[in-house]
């Protein structure tokens, strides 16, 4: 999609495609005209048969749609994918702002050229600022599965996703979908878009989901930058990727949260694999694990706090934040215990992924996970944050997080994914063969137990079809392959219901 026309010559933004029953697929998305006004346009496949669908067709009525009256010629963009409505037609959602709240407006179409733009919104929030990137799907109250954009009736819940403008987080709540008035209503209103929960606590933006019909999944995928100077981007020739797809599903424990997990074929990375079983860690104490390679792995841990030690620490007032403590150095009667990766034999460099529960008056517990950049490369034109927040642990529940290690970029689930982190850290020790793990406990009241399991992670093997439509349809499969630091690893990520966009800079 190549910024050609006076509709889009200005950029060609955000967008969403939708497969229509027969099989017909429409894309909308954002442009930026030669006037800095953004409208949506309508684009469709050259050639429905291609596998890729790399060639698009621009509709040569665009634009489509512009913004409506009283709304800024730059808080208009990031039209859905499309839903389809009890009465036939499509619906869409587009983001934008009236003053400081944050909104969705709503559009019906039969023929995606022609809109009727729907009384009032779908949904707002003062104070949240511009809307981009919205998003808008079902989620099952009854199972784990995947639902189609267009599914609504009994067990199902609608998702509302913002990325906050302002910010630059991606904000989402859980809520009941009204058809016939148009309007989603929050089941928390405290916890409302832009003001409850993030999809991470990282660097994660402009996300989207998408309905994998084959595998009866909804996948997410989100913009991961970088947290460098822009003068070390330069010079390394690259900036900014996807991270790892993850599944979407609701956390039907919780019934507030949702669960994402790395999808099933990142497993199929997975080479070697290291067991540790149940290893106490004191208070104060950090224990080597011997994994090998520590540049890509896949580490799956679970921490168990002494009881006795737990009844007996002291209840407290003061609040914690992972962002505004003194990272993993802070210590606390119940925490910080976790994994230091990307760490050096000297621990002069390292990433700190861990958990640290707060008691609180009432004797109940608060756990946060965190990650600990402050340390994470001694190179001084990098960022240094602390990220990170509450995660719900239930009664009976372990401690446990996911941590995928890629060179620069470290992505970590707790609780089965209620919450995530995804960190970008630039190492100068920890790099390669140098690279460490260790397991760690600065409580200063408790002594912890833990087990996990790492597997090495084999790089993706990206295999692009040829340019040439008639070595594409011959079955001759090309050589070429990418890996290396630079390489995100996938896995077999190539089907055609998930297709990997290696991307720089922007994306659409």
């Not at 944050?102 to 009727?116: A, H, L, P, Q, S």
Request: net charge negative; hydrophobic share 35%.
């Amino acid at each position: 999609m190549v910024a050609d026309q006076w509709y889009d010559i200005m950029g060609v933004w955000t967008g969403s495609a939708t497969i229509l029953p027969d099989g017909k697929l429409m894309m909308l998305y954002t442009g930026s005209t030669n006037e800095s006004v953004q409208v949506q346009n309508l684009a469709y496949p050259a050639d429905p048969s291609d596998p890729l669908l790399i060639k698009w067709v621009k509709y040569p009525g665009n634009p489509v749609l512009v913004p409506p009256p009283g709304i800024g010629a730059k808080d208009f963009r990031d039209p859905t994918t499309a839903w389809l409505t009890s009465e036939g037609k499509w619906r869409i959602a587009i983001g934008s702002r009236i003053n400081r709240t944050g909104i969705t407006f709503v559009y019906d179409t039969k023929d995606f050229i022609n809109y009727e733009l729907l009384r009032g919104v779908l949904h707002g929030v003062p104070n949240t600022g511009m809307w981009e990137c919205v998003d808008f799907y079902p989620v099952s109250t009854t199972g784990e599965h995947g639902l189609d954009t267009s599914h609504n009736g009994p067990g199902v819940k609608h998702v509302v996703k913002a990325s906050m403008d302002d910010d630059r987080h991606d904000y989402y709540a859980i809520g009941t979908y009204h058809e016939k008035n148009v309007t989603w209503v929050p089941d928390n209103p405290e916890i409302d878009v832009g003001i409850g929960i993030r999809y991470d606590y990282g660097l994660f933006y402009a996300s989207k989901t998408f309905y994998d019909q084959n595998k009866k999944r909804r996948v997410l995928w989100g913009w991961i930058g970088e947290s460098d100077s822009e003068i070390a981007d330069v010079k390394k020739g690259w900036a900014s990727l996807q991270g790892i797809p993850r599944t979407v599903a609701l956390d039907t424990k919780t019934g507030s949260n949702l669960l994402q997990w790395p999808v099933e074929e990142v497993d199929s990375l997975r080479l070697t694999s290291k067991e540790f079983k149940k290893i106490e860690l004191k208070p104060g104490s950090v224990m080597p694990l011997d994994v090998g390679s520590a540049t890509q792995l896949d580490i799956v841990a679970e921490f168990e706090l002494d009881k006795a030690a737990l009844e007996k620490t002291a209840e407290s007032n003061v609040e914690f934040s992972c962002s505004s403590s003194e990272g993993s150095a802070e210590r606390g009667a119940l925490g910080p215990f976790g994994l230091l990766v990307l760490a050096d034999d000297s621990l002069s460099e390292q990433t700190p992924v861990y958990f640290y529960i707060a008691k609180g008056k009432d004797g109940s517990l608060k756990t946060y996970f965190c990650t600990d950049q402050s340390r994470s490369s001694e190179a001084n034109d990098v960022n240094k944050s602390k990220y990170g927040s509450f995660v719900p642990v239930l009664e009976g529940e372990k401690f446990s997080m996911r941590v995928l290690v890629d060179h620069s970029i470290v992505e970590g689930f707790a609780q089965g994914g209620r919450t995530t982190i995804t960190s970008r850290v630039y190492p100068t020790k920890a790099i390669y063969g140098a690279a460490r793990v260790f397991l760690f406990n600065n409580a200063t009241g408790a002594s912890v137990t833990s087990s996990l399991k790492a597997w090495q992670m084999n790089s993706a093997f990206i295999r692009p079809y040829p340019d040439d439509d008639d070595e594409r349809h011959s079955g001759t499969e090309p050589t070429y392959e990418v890996r290396g630091s630079k390489t995100k690893y996938l896995g077999n990520l190539l089907t055609s219901s998930l297709l990997f966009l290696n991307a720089r800079n922007n994306f659409l």
